[in-house]
């Protein structure tokens, strides 16, 4: 298949739903972002996306990336895409100008990261990381380490990577055992080694600045004594040039299910000299900020994953044949219909197509909400953290989830060519599964939501969430070609609160009541926020076709697909309620000896 980037609905949503231009003039420093602007930038990233790096996503999932004595070596025509990717601007996008950036808003930095991610995630790992290192130097740098490093990684000549997870810990940082000892002169000697190091080694930069997580001597057990470093590939001399390479090698790369394109490393840190960042001990609090730039990236990994395979099924499905309709002849002069006038097919487009859309939607909501804790300030920058922190573990285990879901959906429809190489919906699954595991997995980013941004909060951020929801519904609910959509989204939206209550109360009776609603309450709120975003685009779209728009087609679509999503996808919630008040008893009351039965 061939990517092509829908334009039309980025344009959709960035400028008819989310009122791009109000957006950016509310916040002074992007007060001059205008639409041309942004259609510019979309433009030229679709450009890029469809003709420069699509056509390596086979290729490099096919050749992987080989390794050889600590040296990796990309798949053919990646260094070649990269080095234009930098020519083009796209690692400067949303990076602050003082370092060489455009300083554009995160909200659309994102788009142009859709539009590559989907044409090639594998590429889209190396410059990914470096976002997310680079806004970590930004917020928690000296002034000393910003100018060594920012520029050029800021210009793409140097990567970054974060260093977090260890073979015995995972997701547990609290007990990772990486060393950091002071060395007298300001500097540290890193020891240790860490695994599943994105773009840890590869052949496309002069240097790759690595962001680690290591311990203090002394230093608190548990999270509380983590501290962060700076550990470059190589070393830097005072002015600013590259010096002799640091104690920190590529131990081997992982053979993966999937992303084969993208390095993922052991890294052994031997003694490697490293620059603390931040404050002693607080490492995992300015790791946060990585982490959470990281967490809404594979929120758009799991957009990427429903949009690719929605594309791909599409194009199939108008073309396969297969049978006749049962509601009559629809091809008669071919000896049979094409498999998209089946309702089993049609469920499955649909489903893809409902999340591509809804994702979309709330990827962009999530990360106008991120422009304002960049850049705003007062009441708006605090209410729009509050949403951020509420929004990302909903985004990026419920997208990811789902685009999952869609990328089977594309094996499904192709039937068994799905299952072979050619068509790519094999690699879309293979790709997408690990969305669901790094940055956390869908079991953590639901324990975060339920336990430390619902209850932990209580019940605030939730609160100020389903006020928006509330407020919409009362706009709308005189509107009788609302009236499918208001009725079921305000039904939800109090139920939001009385779980969420319902919960509590479970919890004070048993403690692991919390842990085991955690993932059904997280499949529960993404329906929930979809809907509210599939009503705002119905509503949206009938204001446009009452006004005599000449993309009537256009504007239906969204409103059938939102019907679709209404009466068969959101009907999900009523399971994840019914399992949410049975408790954690049908989890916890079988021994651990019983399970071996």
Request: charged share 20%.
């Amino acid at each position: 298949m061939q990517y092509k980037t829908p334009i039309r609905d980025m344009q959709f949503v960035l400028h008819e739903l989310l009122d791009s231009n109000a957006h950016y003039k509310s916040i002074p420093e992007y007060a001059e972002v205008e639409q041309d602007i942004i259609d510019s930038y979309i433009e030229a990233a679709a450009s890029f996306a469809e003709n420069e790096i699509a056509p390596l996503n086979r290729s490099g999932d096919e050749e992987g990336c080989t390794f050889n004595n600590g040296v990796v070596t990309t798949p053919k025509g990646f260094k070649e895409a990269y080095k234009q990717y930098c020519e083009l601007g796209f690692p400067a996008l949303a990076a602050e100008e003082e370092f060489g950036g455009q300083g554009m808003p995160m909200s659309i930095s994102n788009v142009v990261n859709e539009i590559i991610g989907t044409a090639n995630w594998s590429f889209s790992m190396y410059p990914g990381l470096s976002h997310g290192a680079i806004a970590t130097l930004e917020h928690h740098g000296t002034d000393e380490q910003k100018a060594t490093y920012l520029k050029k990684m800021v210009s793409g000549e140097w990567s970054g990577t974060m260093c977090l997870t260890e073979a015995h810990a995972g997701s547990d940082l609290g007990i990772i055992r990486t060393k950091a000892e002071p060395k007298g002169d300001g500097t540290y000697a890193i020891t240790g080694q860490k695994i599943f190091i994105s773009a840890g080694e590869h052949d496309m930069t002069d240097n790759i600045i690595h962001i680690v997580l290591a311990r203090l001597p002394g230093a608190p057990a548990g999270t509380k004594g983590i501290s962060l470093f700076i550990v470059p590939k190589v070393n830097i001399n005072a002015d600013g040039s590259l010096g002799e390479r640091n104690q920190v090698t590529c131990g081997s790369i992982e053979h993966k299910m999937g992303i084969k394109a993208s390095a993922t490393c052991v890294m052994n840190f031997d003694g490697a000299t490293g620059y603390l960042i931040g404050p002693e001990n607080r490492g995992l609090n300015c790791m946060f900020t990585f982490m959470n730039v990281a967490r809404i990236g594979t929120a758009v990994q799991g957009l990427t994953a429903s949009e690719l395979a929605f594309q791909g099924s599409l194009e199939y499905a108008k073309d396969r044949l297969a049978m006749r309709s049962l509601s009559g002849v629809k091809a008669p002069d071919k000896v049979a219909d094409p498999i998209i006038v089946h309702p089993a097919v049609r469920n499955m487009l649909l489903t893809q197509k409902a999340f591509a859309e809804g994702g979309r939607a709330l990827v962009y909501y999530l990360s106008m909400f991120a422009d304002t804790v960049a850049k705003g300030s007062g009441e708006d920058q605090v209410y729009a953290d509050q949403m951020l922190s509420l929004l990302t573990p909903i985004a990026k285990a419920f997208l990811t989830e789902t685009g999952y879901e869609a990328a089977n959906h594309g094996v499904q429809v192709y039937g068994g060519h799905g299952f072979i190489r050619e068509w790519g919906m094999e690699q879309n699954v293979r790709d997408t599964r690990i969305a669901c595991l790094y940055e956390g997995t869908t079991e953590i980013q639901s324990l975060d939501l339920l336990g430390r941004k619902v209850l932990g909060s209580q019940g605030k951020m939730l609160a100020n969430f389903t006020k928006v929801i509330h407020k919409f519904c009362k706009e709308y609910e005189n509107d009788e070609a609302m009236s499918d959509f208001i009725r079921p989204l305000a039904e939800l939206n109090t139920e939001w609160a009385d779980v969420t209550a319902r919960i509590g109360m479970q919890a004070t009776q048993n403690p692991d009541s919390v842990g085991a609603a955690a993932v059904d309450y997280m499949y529960f709120s993404g329906y929930v926020t979809l809907a509210y975003l599939w009503a705002r685009m119905v509503a949206v779209s009938n204001k446009a076709i009452a006004s005599g728009t000449s993309e009537v087609d256009f504007y239906d679509a969204k409103v059938k697909t939102a019907q679709f999503y209404f009466t068969k996808l959101l009907p999900r919630t009523r399971t994840y309620i019914a399992r949410i008040d049975t408790g954690a008893e049908p989890y916890m009351s079988m021994t651990v000896d019983q399970f071996a039965f």
